[in-house]
């Protein structure tokens, strides 16, 4: 079948099953061309919670898909079932339990790149738009970040609470070295550098913006007279990037950085997904509870 008949398809289907296609913004760039809405990981979860559609055809990792079954009580499909996230994996809820036995009075944040069983043991979830805010709001001096030691090393960086770190870190964004960037410069001396916080900290030290990926769109839409960008995270934010400013080049930091989990769901998968209503996303009611509790604290703390 060819993409336009595919893309037809799936239209059809879409209005047929009052589905809604969430798309993060390190999705195919054909993939994000059919969303309904793109975005980061909590303009996602956040849509989730919202939208009125009976289906949810969620195109992102495996995480994403739970935190929105969690959120919105819907049906939500996976397109590709197996896109996980190795970062997500570097924490189980044994762990979680482990940590709370150790350190019985210290709340725990957990970054949304967990699993929906890490999220029913955490204190607190957080992303990387609102980790610094969520980890300055929490009423304790300290407080135990997991598991990114990239992402909590730069909320270390922007709060006076104590952290307790935990050892994980995203392969993709590990890719990008600090002498990629630097060599970029040299070509493009008056480009500005963002960085996803799960990159290396010393990548973090040479960007002129350290942001999650809505905080790259923001910092690109406040720098208007800037033209190029060096874009230091998955690579499926270049074309994200280039679709809302096309005057302005985005430059990857690194062509390694491509999650090869992020580009498992392809046109033919979510047209599959509509047709079968499969592979859908089910969390455990007694996790759901107790992980919904973990992500409404976040929402709680950015209200405050
Ligand atoms: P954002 O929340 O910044 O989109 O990041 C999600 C993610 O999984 C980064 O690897």
Partial sequence: ???????????????EKDAVILVHNYQLPEVQDIADFIGDSLDLSTKAKLVENKVIIFCGVHFMAETAYILSNKTVILPD????????DMITKKDVVELKRKYPDVPIVGYINTSAEVKSEIDYCCTSANAVEVVNKIPQQTVIFVPDKYLGSFVKKNTKKDIILWAGY?????????????ELKQKYP?????VHPECNLEVQQIADKVAGTSGMIKYVQQNEDVEYFIVAT????????????????????SKLALCPNMKK?????????LET????????????????KS???????MEK
Wanted: proline share 5%; charged share 30%; net charge positive.
């Fill in 1 to 15: 079948m060819n993409e336009r008949k595919i893309i037809e398809d799936i239209k059809k289907l879409k209005r």
């Fill in 81 to 88: 079932i197996s896109c996980g996230c190795p970062l997500a």
């Fill in 170 to 182: 995203c392969p993709t964004h590990l890719k990008i070295l600090k002498e990629d960037i630097l």
């Fill in 190 to 194: 008056y480009a500005k550098v963002v």
């Fill in 234 to 253: 998955e690579i499926g934010m270049c074309y994200r990037l280039k679709k809302l400013f096309p005057h302005k080049e985005f430059i990857p930091a």
């Fill in 265 to 273: 769901n392809t046109l033919e998968k979510i047209l599959f997904s």
């Fill in 277 to 292: 209503l499969q592979p859908q996303i089910v969390v455990e009611e007694e996790i759901k509870i107790k992980a919904l």
């Fill in 295 to 301: 992500i409404e604290n976040m929402y709680k703390l």
